[in-house]
Nanobody, 129 residues
Framework: EVQLVESGGGLVQVGESLRLSCATS????????VAWFRQAPGKEREGVSC????????YYADSVKGRFNISSGNAKSTVYLQMNSLKPEDTAVYYC??????????????????????WGKGTLVTVTS
């Protein structure tokens, strides 16, 4: 029932911006956590940013802190990732994922994705130099 659909990826040059969207549906829970992950070619998947329904301040990987911003829409059915000052190393497939059981961002940077029970199919971001 839970569906996550990413959009907004594309081809941009260094220094430009993109805004990714994660449209959610089928949520029947009061609390949730939604995180953005990315996987670059030949690399492991890594956490990028995370937000919860109870704490909307946002959490970020060091590599994107100060450049990326996570937010939720007014209806809280869409989570956004505003990406500014893009670098070639940001090139990756970006995924959003949801945790409705233990909705926490505490461990989203850890290389253990079992917490995240719902995933989108990803959207490709390519940054050229």
């Amino acid at each position: 029932e839970v569906q996550l659909v990413e959009s907004g990826g594309g081809l941009v040059q260094v220094g430009e911006s993109l805004r990714l969207s994660c449209a959610t549906s089928g949520f029947t829970f009061v609390d949730y956590a939604v995180a953005w992950f990315r996987q670059a070619p030949g690399k492991e998947r890594e956490g990028v940013s995370c937000i919860t329904s109870s704490d909307t301040s946002g959490y970020y990987a060091d590599s994107v802190k100060g450049r990326f911003n996570i937010s939720s829409g007014n209806a809280k059915s869409t989570v956004y990732l505003q990406m500014n000052s893009l670098k070639p190393e940001d090139t990756a497939v970006y995924y959003c994922a949801a945790d409705l059981i233990y909705p926490s961002c505490t461990y989203f940077l850890e290389p253990d994705f079992g917490q995240w029970e719902h995933w989108g199919k990803g959207t490709l971001v390519t940054v050229t130099s």
